[in-house]
């Protein structure tokens, strides 16, 4: 009987074994953009189809992102969230439940892919209704902090009868982050942007906690993560090389902004059509309705059809579209609908045709703040014109010069008001070499001089794309005198030595010409500055020697012609600097009865120096090494043996010998 229960026993297993389907055994589906989550019965549904969402958003990729990002509503809010990429929310995937399974133990759940499934704003789907199903979502490490992301969404925007919680938003932000998910790094750095959260997270500033979130993202292959971390940079080529790899992860803003670099010849690359067009057209195959789209529809010379492009753009709630719509329209809908996207271009064409002072200082501020991190700075040209002459608008001239996309009006502004104001080294550069041979021409009276003249100028000197233009040497001369003092020079190997008095510090002349070559497009660049010059070195007391007149110098000196190099770093006017030099001997002053022991020296040391329009001031310490050779001093009577003088008689045969000394120097010049 036992061995028949046991048999029945089987029997059933394997039937009801048998009536597993394939594909919750397998995890594979045979359907088109399809997948499989299991769970186990107290995880329950929620977790076996938040894992099906996510191997459906891998299998799909980016590729349905642009389809849900041009679903709007009227009010040209995205129906799924025009920020959100498909990988931070399972609500930016419509999908479909084809099947299911449960067993005694788990729960295995079939889904499709559905692009048809309209989403709204705040459309919950039913089996994600529950906050707390989200919160134990996030804590699923196998899901990547997916859900966590999702929380931060809702605690953000205030969904799900939650109140607006950005402190909490943060969170789970930072969670997601740290989980794999690298929107929720995006998010965050966002979030504290445009809520400036000072002290938040260990009292560290709002920006460069961004900053880190940002970082974050783009390293870990997010390309839109390169993008904002771009926008917070202030040095152009570091932004040049964001926006490639961001272009490069499939940003579709990144792949746009680097095609105006190229185009525009801009952050040390020469003009380049071609690669511009390329980066248009890839950010356009990224995202058909992004801002590549925008620019190549620009280019359209046929007015009707520009103007079409515009509107089917614009209709897609693309800003810079409504933005150029409405300004060659003349618009102010299109304007108005542009500026409540963000666009600091259309911003900027709203305030120009605003009458009130106030309303039109209050959008173009939003203008330079928005387009400052992009690729946009007219709204800030406009405010230092609105402000000038003032304090504040040179604050506003400065940011729309210095900036990547900068605009040449604002340096030409600043160089009016001085040179020293203008802060963009390139440009302002440009400026002065264009003004002095204008100057020139002007004097000459000769109109094809000044023809020649302004055509050589090129808009940027460098001329290789691949930035190595910045390594373009610049020079400057310069010619310097010193004056310090030299530690003893202790001659130990000539005999008697110890007998001379000894002067303490001895005095060190040094005069010096010379050149220094340091990179043209770096205001922190490094530099070499080779010279040559003689220099007088006070050796020991002479006036016991014969032969010494009362009227010469007392101090045996050493006068040497010199050779030597500074290396160092530039930062502005300020030099900090590694120094060698070395000095052959020329001839000794003091008498030409003795014979200077000294052969050659070599110093190695180091200095700071600052420059003041032509003016140089430096201090340098050396550690020199003398060469000599040896010999002896000797005494004899004189003037009938009543007193004693000496003599120096160097042996010029014998190997030499070497000595240190401390040198310090004070040099004065000029620079030109």
């Not at 009987?1 to 594979?28: D, E, H, R, T, Y």
């Not at 439940?97 to 005694?104: G, K, M, Q, S, T």
């Not at 974050?216 to 390169?226: R, V």
């Not at 109109?447 to 001329?463: L, M």
């Amino acid at each position: 009987m036992k061995k028949i229960f046991l048999f029945f026993g089987l029997v059933v297993n394997l039937a009801f074994a048998s009536s597993v389907p394939q594909w919750a055994k397998s995890g594979i589906c045979s359907e088109k953009d399809c997948a499989v989550g299991e769970a186990s019965k107290k995880e329950g549904e929620a977790s076996a189809l938040a894992r099906a969402l996510k191997s459906l958003r891998l299998s799909l990729g980016t590729s349905v992102q642009a389809n849900y990002e041009e679903r709007v509503n009227s009010e040209g809010e995205s129906k799924a969230s025009a920020q959100t990429k498909i990988y931070a929310s399972m609500q930016n995937i419509g999908y479909k439940v084809i099947d299911r399974f449960i067993d005694d133990k788990k729960i295995y759940i079939k889904i499709q892919y559905e692009p048809t499934k309209k989403i709204l704003p705040n459309e919950e789907i039913g089996e994600f209704s529950i906050i707390s199903n989200f919160e134990k979502l996030c804590k699923s490490r196998d899901l990547d902090g997916y859900y966590c992301v999702s929380l931060g969404k809702k605690y953000e925007n205030g969904e799900n009868d939650l109140a607006k919680n950005y402190t909490i938003a943060l969170k789970y932000y930072e969670q997601g982050c740290k989980m794999g998910t690298l929107e929720g790094c995006v998010y965050a750095g966002n979030l504290l942007q445009q809520q400036n959260m000072q002290g938040v997270l260990k009292g560290e500033k709002s920006s460069q906690k961004a900053k880190q979130f940002f970082s974050k993202a783009c390293e870990g292959g997010l390309g839109l993560g390169c993008e904002r971390l771009a926008s917070m940079e202030s040095e152009p080529t570091v932004r040049r090389d964001l926006y490639k790899k961001g272009c490069l992860l499939d940003d579709a803003l990144s792949c746009a902004i680097l095609g105006e670099i190229y185009e525009f010849g801009l952050a040390h690359l020469s003009k380049n059509p071609i690669t511009a067009e390329v980066a248009y057209e890839d950010s356009k195959g990224i995202d058909k309705n992004g801002d590549g789209a925008v620019i190549l529809a620009s280019k359209i010379k046929d007015k009707s059809r520009r103007i079409r492009e515009y509107k089917k753009l614009c209709e897609a709630h693309n800003a810079r579209a409504c933005a150029l719509l409405g300004q060659e329209e003349n618009n102010i809908t299109y304007l108005e609908k542009s500026s409540a996207l963000k666009s600091p271009r259309g911003l900027y064409f709203l305030a120009l045709k605003q009458e009130a002072r106030s309303t039109k200082s209050e959008l173009l501020k939003k203008s330079c703040l928005l387009g400052e991190a992009k690729d946009f700075t007219k709204g800030c040209v406009e405010l230092g014109n609105l402000y000038a002459p003032s304090k504040e608008s040179l604050e506003y001239y400065s940011i729309a010069c210095g900036s990547l996309f900068y605009a040449q009006e604002a340096c030409e502004k600043l160089y009016e008001i001085s040179p020293k104001a203008c802060n963009n080294e390139v440009v302002c550069e440009q400026i002065a070499n264009t003004r002095r041979a204008t100057t020139q021409v002007a004097q000459e009276n000769d109109y094809d001089t000044y023809v020649h003249a302004t055509k050589s100028k090129s808009r940027y000197t460098p001329n290789d794309e691949t930035a190595l233009s910045s390594l373009s040497p610049r020079f400057s001369l310069f010619l310097t005198a010193g004056f310090g003092a030299a530690d003893t020079i202790k001659l130990e190997n000539i005999k008697g030595y110890d007998e001379i008095q000894s002067s303490g510090a001895n005095f060190v002349f040094a005069l010096r010409f010379g050149s220094e070559m340091r990179l043209l497009h770096k205001k922190f660049t490094p530099y070499i500055a080779p010279y040559i010059g003689i220099s007088s070195t006070d050796i020991f007391d002479i006036s016991d020697f014969s032969g010494v007149s009362s009227t010469r110098s007392k101090t045996l000196s050493m006068t040497a012609i010199n050779g030597g190099s500074q290396v160092g770093i530039k930062l502005g006017g300020l030099r900090v600097y590694g120094l060698i030099d070395y000095g052959y001997r020329l001839f000794s002053e003091g008498t030409q009865d003795i014979a200077v022991p000294i052969r050659n020296t070599l110093g190695i040391g180091g200095g700071i120096a600052y420059r003041f329009k032509v003016w140089v001031i430096s201090a340098e310490y050396l550690q020199a090494t003398y060469t000599y050779n040896g010999g002896e001093i000797k005494s004899s009577r004189q003037n009938n043996h009543y007193s004693w003088s000496k003599n120096l008689e160097l042996n010029l045969n014998s190997s030499t010998h070497k000595t240190k000394s401390s040198i310090f120097l004070v040099n004065l010049g000029i620079a030109f």
